[in-house]
């Protein structure tokens, strides 16, 4: 069970080309998604939070209007890349957040790998 | 940044040793969790301990947690190649419930 899946496992783009990312919950509802991207030999970074029917809360320094989250149903939640630049190539992962007795547990999906030529 | 730092940054031993890694941080937390990646791949969850808690065992791993030091171990005993990974500890600030990263470790095991 707690499986996340993301789609495309990995894109190649054109600058100036919108991307979106998809990140669902295959056998469980999630109330709260959250997107990271992370570069080569780093960390994760957060990138913003999602709850369901609500707009995202983005991290310092992440533009909203360059990323947009939509976390339309339980199981869904999709980052668009808009306007992609060689700079946002990253690798994008998104997590799904449950209550497991008393603990708030992520469960991350497999990534998704972005170069923008 | 919230971020936590971990060291070694890159720690490289023979199968059978064992490996031990830190984490520090930054803020109070309500838990502390470390997840492991393999190369280009998704994290997976290893164990979570929370703040109440000082020492935690699963199978190969025992995760001890300082709050006054506001520091972690995770130790891996008797290595083995298929642990070669990056480790992340990942803390959970009191009142929130969004995961901070530290820096990893990457763990090469040598067969």
């Known amino acids: 069970g707690a499986v996340v899946s993301q789609h495309p496992s990995w894109v190649i783009c054109k600058s100036g080309t919108s991307v979106k990312i998809e990140c669902r919950s295959l056998?469980?509802?999630?109330?709260?998604m959250f997107w990271y991207r992370q570069f080569p030999k780093q960390s994760l970074m957060l990138m913003a939070t999602?709850?369901?029917?609500?707009?995202?809360?983005?991290e310092q320094g992440v533009e909203k209007d360059k990323f947009l989250i939509n976390h339309a149903s339980l199981t869904l939640s999709t980052l668009t890349v808009t306007s992609a630049h060689p700079e946002d190539s990253s690798f994008y992962i998104c997590?799904?957040?449950?209550?497991?007795?008393?603990?708030?547990?992520?469960?991350f999906g497999p990534g998704t790998r972005l170069t923008v030529l | 940044s919230q971020q936590g730092e971990e060291d070694p940054q890159a720690l490289s031993i023979q199968e059978g040793e064992n490996a031990t890694m830190n984490c520090s941080y930054k803020?109070?937390?309500?838990?502390l969790q470390w997840y492991r990646q393999n190369s280009g791949r998704g994290l997976v969850h290893l164990i979570l301990?929370?703040?109440?808690?000082r020492e935690k065992h699963s199978g190969r791993l025992r995760v001890t947690l300082d709050t006054s030091k506001k520091s972690s171990s995770l130790l891996i005993t008797a290595s083995r190649a298929a642990d070669t990974a990056s480790y992340f500890c990942?803390?959970?600030?009191?009142?929130?419930?969004?995961?901070?990263f530290g820096t990893g470790t990457r763990l090469t095991v040598i067969p």
């Open positions: 301990i929370r703040s109440n808690e």
């Open positions: 990942a803390t959970v600030k009191t009142g929130a419930n969004n995961l901070f």
């Open positions: 056998d469980f509802q999630a109330t709260t």
């Open positions: 997590s799904a957040g449950i209550r497991e007795f008393g603990t708030d547990t992520q469960y």
């Open positions: 999602s709850n369901e029917g609500s707009k995202a809360t983005y």
């Open positions: 803020t109070s937390i309500n838990n």
